[in-house]
């Protein structure tokens, strides 16, 4: 459930929107002071820009990112909140931005057109991390244990109603009952051959168009959670809205799913340039599980916090920045 838009943040979309349209998304952001991660790593006189894709995670990454640099002395410009995968992908690879952090499945799907996904998570990130650099020059820095991947959740009590317990038993239903079954998607995943037309595919069914509705990712946790228009619906495992809209993500037995661990990725010029940068996202990123993650997000979508404070508040728990 996304908090009601504050004066402060309604001011702030407007000014992004402005930005956007202008080709320039950037802002000075909060002054950080310098804590553990800014230790053996200066970055004085540099000046970097990071970025993100529009949802919470993304901006509490953007923000946790633009701290931590600014923490060891580096001048940072945001261009957080970017309209999707590809948008944000052709920030960095354009040089609008210089990093933002990607997940492996997502990569290995969308930008490196590998059609089979790796089960296995150091392979899956071997894999995605040499390739891109190789082909796109794209640095790819230590990965976040946390799995951020997707799954289709169901109200708990719905769940037990229906006897689901897999993804299997999802698709049996979706074939022998399709009004029982119905979906909300976002209009990524449904394009996505990691989303809807490969899961429906790998689980040997297909919903009819009338059992089937498009909401944009934030609103589909709240249908979900209120059964209408759909039952079921697209989330991620790393969520905050999860636990508090009483919904779970069905268990995917056939691993349909990619393994989606975040990483901060790099231009690799920039990161020759400022190799303290790998430094500081490997200490943040070995702290990023999935339950940091959803804790961090339920902040921003449960509790109603800005994501830049949740970011501060939560470096200076671990000491990474100063107070």
């Not at 392979?123 to 891109?132: G, H, I, L, R, S």
């Not at 244990?145 to 799954?151: E, G, H, L, M, R």
């Not at 169901?154 to 689901?164: H, S």
């Not at 209408?228 to 495992?237: L, N, Q, S």
Request: proline share 4%; with cysteine; aromatic share 8%.
């Amino acid at each position: 459930m996304r908090p009601p838009t504050t004066g402060r943040s309604r001011i702030a979309v407007a000014l992004a929107a402005v930005a956007l349209t202008a080709g320039c998304f950037s802002s000075g952001g909060t002054d950080a002071e310098a804590g553990s991660l800014a230790e053996g790593n200066s970055l004085d006189g540099a000046t970097l820009t990071v970025g993100s894709k529009e949802f919470t995670e993304q901006l509490v990454l953007c923000q946790v990112t633009a701290l931590a640099l600014r923490s060891a002395g580096a001048t940072v410009r945001e261009k957080c909140g970017l309209q999707g995968s590809n948008t944000t992908r052709a920030a960095l690879t354009s040089g609008s931005v210089d990093m933002y952090w990607e997940y492996t499945g997502t990569a290995w799907i969308n930008y490196l057109k590998e059609t089979e996904p790796i089960g296995d998570p150091a392979a899956q990130y071997k894999a995605v991390a040499e390739q891109d650099l190789a082909k796109n020059k794209v640095k790819w820095l230590a990965a976040a244990p946390a799995n951020n991947t997707y799954a289709i959740a169901v109200k708990t009590t719905t769940m037990r109603q229906l006897g689901i317990e897999s993804l299997s038993d999802y698709a049996a239903l979706a074939k022998r009952d399709p009004g029982k079954a119905s979906t909300c998607v976002a209009s990524e995943f449904a394009g996505r051959g990691d989303g809807w037309p490969g899961l429906q595919k790998a689980y040997g069914f297909t919903l009819p168009e009338s059992s089937v509705a498009t909401l944009a990712e934030g609103a589909i946790y709240d249908a979900v959670g209120k059964g209408e228009p759909c039952a079921f619906g697209e989330t991620t495992t790393t969520d905050g809205r999860l636990k508090a809209l009483g919904l779970t993500p069905i268990p995917d037995d056939k691993r349909f799913f990619p393994v989606y661990n975040p990483a901060l990725t790099v231009r690799d010029s920039v990161y020759r340039d400022h190799p303290a940068i790998g430094r500081i996202a490997g200490t943040i990123a070995a702290a990023l599980t999935d339950s940091v993650l959803r804790e961090l997000n339920g902040r921003v979508d449960i509790e109603g916090k800005e994501a830049a404070e949740v970011a501060e508040t939560w470096l200076q728990s671990k000491s990474f920045i100063g107070k």
